[in-house]
Protein backbone atom coordinates (compact mmCIF):
# COMPACT_ATOMS: atom_id res chain seq x y z
CA UNK A 1 0.00 0.00 0.00
CA UNK A 2 2.85 2.48 0.92
CA UNK A 3 3.62 2.20 -3.48
CA UNK A 4 0.37 4.25 -3.45
CA UNK A 5 1.96 7.11 -1.77
CA UNK A 6 5.79 6.54 -2.33
CA UNK A 7 5.59 5.78 -6.05
CA UNK A 8 5.15 9.81 -7.04
CA UNK A 9 8.04 11.90 -7.21
CA UNK A 10 7.71 13.65 -3.82
CA UNK A 11 10.02 16.93 -3.59
CA UNK A 12 11.67 18.53 -0.21
CA UNK A 13 10.75 16.68 3.43
CA UNK A 14 8.38 13.55 1.78
CA UNK A 15 11.14 12.29 -0.37
CA UNK A 16 12.75 9.08 1.60
CA UNK A 17 13.19 5.79 0.56
CA UNK A 18 10.56 3.44 1.96
CA UNK A 19 12.88 1.50 4.40
CA UNK A 20 13.86 4.47 6.22
CA UNK A 21 14.18 4.49 10.05
CA UNK A 22 11.36 6.48 11.33
CA UNK A 23 11.72 8.58 14.54
CA UNK A 24 8.96 9.55 16.84
CA UNK A 25 7.49 13.49 16.18
CA UNK A 26 8.87 15.29 19.25
CA UNK A 27 6.88 17.66 21.88
CA UNK A 28 3.83 15.71 21.64
CA UNK A 29 1.35 16.87 24.74
CA UNK A 30 1.53 14.63 27.79
CA UNK A 31 -1.87 13.87 28.24
CA UNK A 32 -2.26 12.93 24.41
CA UNK A 33 1.15 10.71 24.92
CA UNK A 34 -0.27 9.37 27.79
CA UNK A 35 -3.67 8.65 26.19
CA UNK A 36 -1.34 6.94 23.25
CA UNK A 37 0.73 5.30 25.37
CA UNK A 38 -2.03 3.87 27.12
CA UNK A 39 -3.90 2.30 24.44
CA UNK A 40 -0.61 1.01 22.86
CA UNK A 41 0.30 -0.96 26.19
CA UNK A 42 -3.21 -2.61 26.60
CA UNK A 43 -3.23 -3.65 22.80
CA UNK A 44 -5.74 -1.53 21.43
CA UNK A 45 -5.90 -2.83 17.49
CA UNK A 46 -4.09 -0.27 15.10
CA UNK A 47 -6.15 0.29 12.42
CA UNK A 48 -3.99 -1.22 9.71
CA UNK A 49 -4.99 -4.86 11.57
CA UNK A 50 -9.13 -4.29 11.40
CA UNK A 51 -11.73 -4.38 8.78
CA UNK A 52 -13.84 -1.13 7.53
CA UNK A 53 -16.35 -2.09 9.99
CA UNK A 54 -13.86 -2.99 12.85
CA UNK A 55 -12.64 0.54 12.43
CA UNK A 56 -15.94 2.01 12.16
CA UNK A 57 -17.02 0.77 15.38
CA UNK A 58 -13.83 1.46 16.62
CA UNK A 59 -13.62 4.88 16.07
CA UNK A 60 -17.41 5.70 17.49
CA UNK A 61 -16.32 4.32 20.69
CA UNK A 62 -13.00 6.49 20.84
CA UNK A 63 -15.04 9.66 20.15
CA UNK A 64 -17.58 8.80 22.40
CA UNK A 65 -14.96 8.24 25.09
CA UNK A 66 -13.01 11.46 24.71
CA UNK A 67 -16.07 13.91 23.52
CA UNK A 68 -17.90 15.96 25.78
CA UNK A 69 -21.56 15.83 25.30
CA UNK A 70 -24.38 18.81 25.45
CA UNK A 71 -27.66 19.46 24.95
CA UNK A 72 -29.04 21.94 22.48
CA UNK A 73 -32.25 23.41 21.88
CA UNK A 74 -33.67 21.56 19.47
CA UNK A 75 -32.42 18.90 16.67
CA UNK A 76 -33.65 17.78 13.31
CA UNK A 77 -32.99 15.55 10.16
CA UNK A 78 -33.54 16.09 6.66
CA UNK A 79 -32.13 14.92 3.40
CA UNK A 80 -30.62 16.63 0.74
CA UNK A 81 -31.80 15.38 -2.24
CA UNK A 82 -28.90 15.19 -5.13
CA UNK A 83 -28.85 14.09 -8.34
CA UNK A 84 -27.20 10.76 -7.48
CA UNK A 85 -27.99 10.39 -4.01
CA UNK A 86 -30.20 11.38 -0.68
CA UNK A 87 -27.89 12.87 1.71
CA UNK A 88 -28.87 13.14 5.04
CA UNK A 89 -28.03 16.05 7.47
CA UNK A 90 -28.95 16.70 11.39
CA UNK A 91 -29.52 20.12 12.13
CA UNK A 92 -28.38 21.36 15.69
CA UNK A 93 -29.69 24.64 17.10
CA UNK A 94 -28.22 25.93 19.84
CA UNK A 95 -29.14 27.35 23.39
CA UNK A 96 -29.10 31.25 22.49
CA UNK A 97 -31.87 32.54 21.07
CA UNK A 98 -30.38 35.37 18.64
CA UNK A 99 -31.51 35.58 14.98
CA UNK A 100 -31.01 35.69 12.58
CA UNK A 101 -28.32 33.32 13.30
CA UNK A 102 -25.14 32.55 11.03
CA UNK A 103 -25.37 28.62 9.88
CA UNK A 104 -22.18 26.37 9.41
CA UNK A 105 -21.93 23.31 7.55
CA UNK A 106 -19.49 20.67 9.13
CA UNK A 107 -18.06 17.76 7.25
CA UNK A 108 -16.61 14.45 9.29
CA UNK A 109 -13.26 13.24 9.45
CA UNK A 110 -11.99 9.78 8.86
CA UNK A 111 -9.95 10.02 6.30
CA UNK A 112 -12.77 9.58 3.46
CA UNK A 113 -13.72 5.72 5.39
CA UNK A 114 -15.35 6.10 9.25
CA UNK A 115 -17.19 8.63 10.72
CA UNK A 116 -20.52 9.59 10.53
CA UNK A 117 -23.28 11.41 12.25
CA UNK A 118 -22.86 9.98 15.41
CA UNK A 119 -18.91 10.66 15.90
CA UNK A 120 -19.46 14.21 14.50
CA UNK A 121 -22.20 14.74 16.90
CA UNK A 122 -20.66 16.22 20.24
CA UNK A 123 -18.55 18.51 17.93
CA UNK A 124 -21.53 20.09 16.21
CA UNK A 125 -23.21 20.76 19.72
CA UNK A 126 -20.09 22.60 20.94
CA UNK A 127 -19.57 24.19 17.89
CA UNK A 128 -23.27 25.49 18.37
CA UNK A 129 -23.60 26.63 21.67
CA UNK A 130 -20.02 28.22 21.34
CA UNK A 131 -21.17 30.14 18.48
CA UNK A 132 -24.52 30.95 18.82
CA UNK A 133 -24.57 29.41 14.81
CA UNK A 134 -27.31 26.83 13.86
CA UNK A 135 -25.26 23.59 12.23
CA UNK A 136 -26.00 21.30 9.67
CA UNK A 137 -23.88 18.32 10.12
CA UNK A 138 -23.66 16.12 6.66
CA UNK A 139 -23.69 12.18 6.15
CA UNK A 140 -21.59 12.20 2.90
CA UNK A 141 -21.16 8.57 1.20
CA UNK A 142 -17.65 6.98 2.31
CA UNK A 143 -14.97 4.49 1.04
CA UNK A 144 -15.21 2.19 0.00
CA UNK A 145 -18.37 1.51 -0.68
CA UNK A 146 -18.06 4.84 -2.93
CA UNK A 147 -15.74 6.88 -4.44
CA UNK A 148 -13.62 10.17 -2.50
CA UNK A 149 -15.85 12.10 -5.66
CA UNK A 150 -19.08 11.01 -4.75
CA UNK A 151 -17.98 12.32 -1.15
CA UNK A 152 -17.00 15.60 -3.19
CA UNK A 153 -20.59 16.19 -5.04
CA UNK A 154 -22.33 15.54 -1.41
CA UNK A 155 -20.33 17.97 -0.08
CA UNK A 156 -21.34 20.46 -2.25
CA UNK A 157 -24.91 19.65 -2.67
CA UNK A 158 -24.94 20.23 0.50
CA UNK A 159 -23.70 23.27 0.73
CA UNK A 160 -25.36 24.78 -2.03
CA UNK A 161 -28.62 23.28 -0.03
CA UNK A 162 -27.27 24.92 2.70
CA UNK A 163 -27.00 28.70 1.33
CA UNK A 164 -30.16 28.16 -0.43
CA UNK A 165 -32.08 27.37 2.18
CA UNK A 166 -30.42 29.24 5.38
CA UNK A 167 -33.37 31.38 6.00
CA UNK A 168 -35.75 28.86 6.28
CA UNK A 169 -33.32 27.82 9.46
CA UNK A 170 -33.95 31.18 10.60
CA UNK A 171 -30.11 32.03 9.26
CA UNK A 172 -28.36 35.13 7.42
CA UNK A 173 -27.62 33.59 3.99
CA UNK A 174 -25.23 35.37 3.60
CA UNK A 175 -23.43 33.94 6.62
CA UNK A 176 -23.13 30.42 6.03
CA UNK A 177 -19.96 28.69 6.59
CA UNK A 178 -18.81 24.95 5.98
CA UNK A 179 -15.74 23.48 7.89
CA UNK A 180 -14.51 20.23 8.54
CA UNK A 181 -12.24 17.99 10.25
CA UNK A 182 -9.11 16.13 8.31
CA UNK A 183 -11.33 14.73 5.42
CA UNK A 184 -14.50 16.99 6.39
CA UNK A 185 -11.34 19.94 5.53
CA UNK A 186 -10.72 18.13 2.32
CA UNK A 187 -14.38 18.41 1.54
CA UNK A 188 -14.73 21.73 2.42
CA UNK A 189 -12.08 23.44 0.44
CA UNK A 190 -12.76 21.25 -2.70
CA UNK A 191 -16.23 22.39 -1.97
CA UNK A 192 -15.23 26.06 -1.89
CA UNK A 193 -13.02 25.26 -5.13
CA UNK A 194 -16.34 24.00 -6.73
CA UNK A 195 -18.61 26.92 -6.14
CA UNK A 196 -16.66 29.39 -7.59
CA UNK A 197 -16.04 27.34 -10.64
CA UNK A 198 -20.08 26.05 -11.05
CA UNK A 199 -20.14 30.17 -10.83
CA UNK A 200 -22.82 29.25 -7.84
CA UNK A 201 -23.22 31.23 -4.19
CA UNK A 202 -20.33 30.30 -2.23
CA UNK A 203 -19.69 30.42 2.08
CA UNK A 204 -18.71 33.10 3.69
CA UNK A 205 -15.98 31.57 5.22
CA UNK A 206 -14.11 27.90 4.95
CA UNK A 207 -12.57 26.52 8.38
CA UNK A 208 -10.12 23.81 8.05
CA UNK A 209 -9.22 21.74 10.76
CA UNK A 210 -5.70 19.51 9.92
CA UNK A 211 -6.92 19.53 6.42
CA UNK A 212 -5.70 16.88 4.02
CA UNK A 213 -5.15 19.09 0.43
CA UNK A 214 -2.34 16.54 -1.37
CA UNK A 215 -3.29 13.94 -1.20
CA UNK A 216 0.06 12.28 -2.62
CA UNK A 217 1.23 13.32 0.70
CA UNK A 218 4.14 15.21 -0.79
CA UNK A 219 4.26 17.69 2.10
CA UNK A 220 4.47 14.82 5.31
CA UNK A 221 7.69 13.27 5.90
CA UNK A 222 8.23 9.26 5.32
CA UNK A 223 11.03 9.35 7.86
CA UNK A 224 8.93 10.53 10.89
CA UNK A 225 6.45 8.66 12.64
CA UNK A 226 3.35 10.56 13.72
CA UNK A 227 1.14 9.93 16.88
CA UNK A 228 -2.25 8.63 16.54
CA UNK A 229 -2.39 9.71 12.65
CA UNK A 230 0.69 6.70 11.86
CA UNK A 231 1.61 5.51 8.25
CA UNK A 232 0.18 2.39 8.63
CA UNK A 233 -3.22 4.23 9.15
CA UNK A 234 -2.66 6.63 6.66
CA UNK A 235 -1.76 3.83 4.01
CA UNK A 236 -4.63 1.81 5.38
CA UNK A 237 -7.03 4.96 4.42
CA UNK A 238 -5.05 5.57 0.90
CA UNK A 239 -6.12 1.49 0.36
CA UNK A 240 -10.21 2.18 0.54
CA UNK A 241 -9.93 5.06 -1.17
CA UNK A 242 -7.50 4.93 -3.93
CA UNK A 243 -6.06 1.13 -3.83
CA UNK A 244 -8.12 -2.12 -5.21
CA UNK A 245 -10.23 -1.72 -2.79
CA UNK A 246 -11.03 2.07 -3.36
CA UNK A 247 -11.99 4.06 -6.62
CA UNK A 248 -8.78 4.10 -8.18
CA UNK A 249 -8.37 7.59 -8.21
CA UNK A 250 -5.36 9.28 -8.60
CA UNK A 251 -4.43 10.72 -5.42
CA UNK A 252 -3.04 14.14 -7.40
CA UNK A 253 -6.05 14.63 -9.12
CA UNK A 254 -7.11 17.86 -8.27
CA UNK A 255 -10.47 16.74 -7.60
CA UNK A 256 -9.82 15.16 -4.40
CA UNK A 257 -6.63 17.35 -3.78
CA UNK A 258 -7.63 21.06 -3.40
CA UNK A 259 -3.59 22.47 -3.03
CA UNK A 260 -3.19 20.88 -7.16
CA UNK A 261 -6.09 22.91 -8.06
CA UNK A 262 -4.72 25.38 -11.11
CA UNK A 263 -6.66 28.72 -9.89
CA UNK A 264 -6.88 29.47 -6.05
CA UNK A 265 -8.83 33.01 -6.26
CA UNK A 266 -11.73 34.35 -5.08
CA UNK A 267 -12.22 31.79 -2.68
CA UNK A 268 -14.13 32.26 0.70
CA UNK A 269 -12.06 33.49 3.83
CA UNK A 270 -10.48 30.62 5.52
CA UNK A 271 -9.30 29.73 9.20
CA UNK A 272 -7.12 27.37 9.05
CA UNK A 273 -5.62 25.23 12.39
CA UNK A 274 -2.91 22.15 12.73
CA UNK A 275 -1.29 20.21 15.28
CA UNK A 276 2.10 20.16 15.35
CA UNK A 277 2.96 16.52 16.21
CA UNK A 278 0.41 16.05 12.94
CA UNK A 279 2.16 14.70 9.64
CA UNK A 280 -0.34 16.36 8.00
CA UNK A 281 1.04 19.81 9.56
CA UNK A 282 2.61 21.03 6.52
CA UNK A 283 -0.13 20.18 4.29
CA UNK A 284 -2.05 22.42 6.26
CA UNK A 285 0.16 25.28 6.31
CA UNK A 286 0.95 25.10 2.27
CA UNK A 287 -2.31 25.54 1.68
CA UNK A 288 -2.51 28.58 3.85
CA UNK A 289 0.99 30.26 1.78
CA UNK A 290 -1.41 28.65 -1.33
CA UNK A 291 -4.65 30.68 -0.39
CA UNK A 292 -2.84 34.03 0.48
CA UNK A 293 -0.50 34.06 -2.85
CA UNK A 294 -3.24 34.20 -4.64
CA UNK A 295 -4.99 36.85 -2.67
CA UNK A 296 -7.33 35.61 0.02
CA UNK A 297 -7.97 36.13 3.82
CA UNK A 298 -6.86 33.21 5.20
CA UNK A 299 -5.93 33.34 9.47
CA UNK A 300 -3.65 30.46 10.72
CA UNK A 301 -3.63 29.10 14.27
CA UNK A 302 -1.17 25.82 14.49
CA UNK A 303 -1.90 23.76 18.41
CA UNK A 304 2.11 23.09 18.32
CA UNK A 305 2.06 20.02 20.71
CA UNK A 306 -1.07 18.64 19.57
CA UNK A 307 -1.82 15.14 17.43
CA UNK A 308 -4.35 14.88 14.71
CA UNK A 309 -7.75 14.33 15.78
CA UNK A 310 -7.48 16.45 19.02
CA UNK A 311 -10.43 18.89 17.79
CA UNK A 312 -12.57 16.21 18.30
CA UNK A 313 -11.59 15.17 21.50
CA UNK A 314 -12.46 18.20 23.82
CA UNK A 315 -13.58 15.64 26.94
CA UNK A 316 -9.34 15.30 27.03
CA UNK A 317 -7.98 18.43 25.70
CA UNK A 318 -8.15 22.02 26.72
CA UNK A 319 -6.54 22.90 23.58
CA UNK A 320 -9.47 21.07 21.55
CA UNK A 321 -11.52 23.55 23.70
CA UNK A 322 -9.70 26.26 22.47
CA UNK A 323 -9.83 25.10 19.10
CA UNK A 324 -13.55 25.52 19.38
CA UNK A 325 -13.54 29.26 20.62
CA UNK A 326 -11.71 29.90 17.85
CA UNK A 327 -14.05 28.65 15.41
CA UNK A 328 -17.11 30.01 17.40
CA UNK A 329 -15.11 33.56 17.05
CA UNK A 330 -14.49 33.13 13.51
CA UNK A 331 -18.13 32.80 12.98
CA UNK A 332 -18.90 35.18 14.71
CA UNK A 333 -16.88 37.81 13.17
CA UNK A 334 -17.76 36.43 9.57
CA UNK A 335 -18.58 39.10 6.74
CA UNK A 336 -21.68 38.52 4.84
CA UNK A 337 -21.47 37.56 1.73
CA UNK A 338 -23.89 38.81 -0.97
CA UNK A 339 -26.11 36.02 -1.72
CA UNK A 340 -28.34 37.87 -4.27
CA UNK A 341 -28.59 35.03 -6.94
CA UNK A 342 -29.03 32.43 -3.90
CA UNK A 343 -32.58 31.53 -5.03
CA UNK A 344 -34.21 28.65 -2.94
CA UNK A 345 -33.82 25.36 -4.25
CA UNK A 346 -36.97 23.69 -4.98
CA UNK A 347 -38.40 20.74 -3.88
CA UNK A 348 -36.35 21.31 -0.49
CA UNK A 349 -37.38 18.63 1.85
CA UNK A 350 -39.12 19.26 5.56
CA UNK A 351 -37.26 18.93 8.33
CA UNK A 352 -38.23 16.61 10.82
CA UNK A 353 -37.51 18.48 14.49
CA UNK A 354 -36.67 15.36 17.21
CA UNK A 355 -39.64 15.91 19.97
CA UNK A 356 -38.55 17.11 23.69
CA UNK A 357 -38.95 13.31 25.16
CA UNK A 358 -36.34 11.59 22.43
CA UNK A 359 -34.15 14.76 23.18
CA UNK A 360 -34.00 13.86 26.96
CA UNK A 361 -33.86 10.48 25.99
CA UNK A 362 -30.85 10.69 23.91
CA UNK A 363 -28.91 12.78 26.59
CA UNK A 364 -29.88 9.87 29.35
CA UNK A 365 -28.31 7.45 27.14
CA UNK A 366 -25.61 9.57 25.70
CA UNK A 367 -24.27 9.87 29.28
CA UNK A 368 -24.62 7.12 30.60
CA UNK A 369 -22.58 5.44 27.30
CA UNK A 370 -19.41 8.33 29.02
CA UNK A 371 -19.80 7.11 32.53
CA UNK A 372 -16.33 5.54 33.38
CA UNK A 373 -16.79 2.14 33.80
CA UNK A 374 -18.76 1.36 30.17
CA UNK A 375 -16.32 3.12 29.13
CA UNK A 376 -13.59 0.83 30.59
CA UNK A 377 -15.97 -2.63 29.98
CA UNK A 378 -15.90 -1.00 26.23
CA UNK A 379 -12.33 -0.65 25.58
CA UNK A 380 -11.49 -4.09 27.46
CA UNK A 381 -14.16 -6.01 25.16
CA UNK A 382 -12.49 -4.50 22.23
CA UNK A 383 -8.96 -5.63 23.34
CA UNK A 384 -9.72 -9.05 24.60
CA UNK A 385 -11.67 -9.76 21.28
CA UNK A 386 -9.03 -8.69 19.20
CA UNK A 387 -5.94 -10.40 20.60
CA UNK A 388 -8.49 -14.23 21.00
CA UNK A 389 -9.18 -13.12 17.00
CA UNK A 390 -5.36 -13.15 16.37
CA UNK A 391 -4.72 -16.19 18.49
CA UNK A 392 -7.45 -17.76 16.73
CA UNK A 393 -5.68 -16.85 13.06
CA UNK A 394 -2.13 -17.67 14.47
CA UNK A 395 -3.86 -21.41 14.86
CA UNK A 396 -5.19 -22.01 11.41
CA UNK A 397 -1.80 -20.88 9.90
Known amino acids: ?12 AGQHAQGDRKR ?52 GKAVVASTRADIP ?7 SRASPRPLLVWFHGGG ?5 LETADPTCRSLANRSGAVVVSVDYRRAPEHGCLDAVDDAYAAT ?8 S ?45 DCTMAFCDRSVEGPLLDWSTIDWFGEQCFGEHGSRLDPADP ?11 RLPPALVLTAGADLLCHDGEAYVERLRAAGNAATYHRFEAQVHGFFSMDLAFGDARRAHRLVARAMTDMPQRSMSAAAPMPNALPVTWINPIQRAATMVVELALRAPLLVAAQ ?4 VVTHRMSGAGNSRTH
Open 1 to 12: MNAIFTQRSMSG
Open 24 to 75: PMAGVDWRARAWIDGMDMSGWPSLSHRSVGEARRDFRFLIRATSAWQPVRSV
Open 89 to 95: IRIYVPL
Open 112 to 116: FTLGD
Open 160 to 167: QWAIRNAA
Open 169 to 213: LGCDPGRVAIGGDSAGATLSALACLRCRDNNEPSPALQVLVYPCT
Open 255 to 265: RISPYRAKDHS
Open 379 to 382: FLST
